[in-house]
């Protein structure tokens, strides 16, 4: 049997997306906290964390493979996800489940992917033609393209 070579793209597309590799890699960050949890509550706890954590990436995937207008659906689903994932943190952090430093590396990932999954719903808008005013708060004031926004 012959190895391939190893190819610059995979089968499946959503896996060159840098935002899908974050995702995953955030959900390696939760899988490595949860091996602290010390009883059932806490094991509960992460293994709510973890399914949420990984909806961000199933969301990303099963996007990749639609039309446009469904593609955003889905990652808008995924900032969803995100924001739960925001209240996961706190939870956590409240219960003394998560030190304030893997606190701060959750909400540093989930920020970067919220801005990641933001940057890539308005990229395909563009590409369609049209951006939605509703998307406003997910950019920074100085990246909207004023010309292009239906208010």
Do not use: P
């Amino acid at each position: 049997m012959v190895q391939e070579d190893n190819k610059s793209t995979t089968f499946f597309r959503f896996e060159d997306l840098r935002v899908y590799s974050k995702a995953i890699g955030f959900v390696s960050l939760i899988t490595e906290a949860s091996s602290l949890a010390t009883n059932e509550i806490e094991s509960h706890y992460y293994r709510r964390f973890l399914e949420e954590s990984t909806k961000i990436a199933f969301f990303i995937a099963e996007g990749s493979s639609k039309n446009k207008a469904s593609f955003i659906y889905q990652l808008k689903a995924a900032k969803t996800s995100i924001r739960k994932c925001v209240v996961f943190s706190a939870i956590g952090r409240q219960n003394e489940y998560l030190t304030e430093e893997k606190e701060d590396s959750i909400r540093t990932q989930l920020m970067e992917l919220t801005k990641m999954i933001g940057a890539l719903i308005i990229s395909l808008q563009k590409s369609g033609g049209i951006q939605y005013a509703h998307d406003y708060h997910d950019i920074q004031h100085d990246e909207i393209d004023t010309e292009n926004v239906f208010w």
